[in-house]
């Protein structure tokens, strides 16, 4: 079960054809306490960094970016209730959705777990 990373801060989790999505500990972190998520039609079909999502917190408001193509299969309704969930847990329970992904060459143009972290150390 890989995980990869963008630079706008999205993580997505490939388990077979389907691809989980959500935002990383430390765009939950820089965003602050999260009042607000705007969850992806079910079926909406997104091409690879079109706008999926949005989020609020108290600091800004935010789009979450597709890290891969696909088609939305499931949303988080548990964050409807309780936003908080992406601060509390932002890489586990705390996605945003899961996506029917069709490219795993997309892949390609993401980071490793090892790579966004020296990504985030450029960024201190």
């Not at 079109?50 to 970016?65: F, H, N, P």
């Amino acid at each position: 079960m890989a995980v990869y990373f963008t630079k706008e801060h999205e993580w997505v989790r490939i388990e077979g054809t389907q691809a989980t999505v959500g935002i990383s500990e430390h765009a939950a972190h820089e965003l602050g306490d999260i009042t607000f998520v705007e969850l992806p039609q079910m079926g909406k079909i997104v091409k690879q960094f079109d706008t999926l999502a949005g989020i609020e917190s108290v600091k800004a408001a935010s789009d979450i970016y597709a890290p891969v193509s696909g088609r939305v299969v499931q949303v988080n309704d548990k964050l409807e209730d309780a936003p908080e969930l992406v601060n509390e847990s932002a890489e586990d329970a705390g996605w945003i959705c899961k996506l029917e992904a069709a490219d795993s060459a997309e892949l390609g143009a993401l980071m490793d777990a090892a790579a966004y972290a020296e990504f985030l150390k450029g960024l201190e």
